[in-house]
């Protein structure tokens, strides 16, 4: 779906923008300067979700990201059969195939070594469900974590929903 260069038209976000405003918040934290921050998303992308809980969202998910990476964090989409797919991708150590499950159950943290209360990952996800959409972890076969978002699309009318912006 496609919106203006405003962050927010209607109840569309526009990601890259937003994006672009967590990233400078997470640069200021500890490494976040040391790390290498790719945004692939396109201008005009938007997503249904207000813009206060789409940075609820992705300021927990890209704070994970800064404290697990290695060298670089890489955030992208994509439209597939009726969905647009948000995916926040690190080089860090990943999250044990049988423990995957567990990262989203409320208090329960993998690793004791990081700041956090496990309280992050859970809200999340339980803010997505307002809007129909879905969290999923995947290691990727490059190493690191890969977190994609899932909104659906076939809802959505905007003016802007047919066309890119130029």
């Not at 790719?38 to 800064?66: S, T």
């Not at 996800?125 to 490059?142: D, T």
């Amino acid at each position: 779906m496609w919106c203006s260069e405003n962050l927010r038209t209607g109840w569309l976000t526009n990601t890259r923008p937003a994006f672009e405003k967590i990233v400078k918040a997470m640069k200021t934290m500890p490494r976040g300067d040391e790390l290498i921050w790719e945004i692939n998303i396109p201008d005009g992308l938007g997503v249904a979700i207000d813009i206060q809980d789409f940075f609820e969202v992705f300021g927990n998910l890209l704070d994970n990201a800064r404290k697990w990476a290695t060298h670089k964090i890489v955030i992208s989409s994509e439209e597939m059969e009726g969905q647009i797919i948000v995916s926040v991708q690190d080089d860090g150590p990943g999250v044990p195939n049988d423990k995957i499950d567990k990262v989203l159950k409320r208090g329960r943290r993998l690793d004791e070594q990081k700041t956090g209360t496990g309280l992050g990952l859970p809200i999340a996800a339980k803010v997505l469900e307002h809007y129909n959409a879905r969290l999923v972890f995947k290691n990727h076969q490059s190493g690191g974590t890969c977190v994609c978002i899932y909104f659906p699309t076939h809802h959505l009318q905007n003016e802007h929903t047919s066309k890119p912006l130029k």
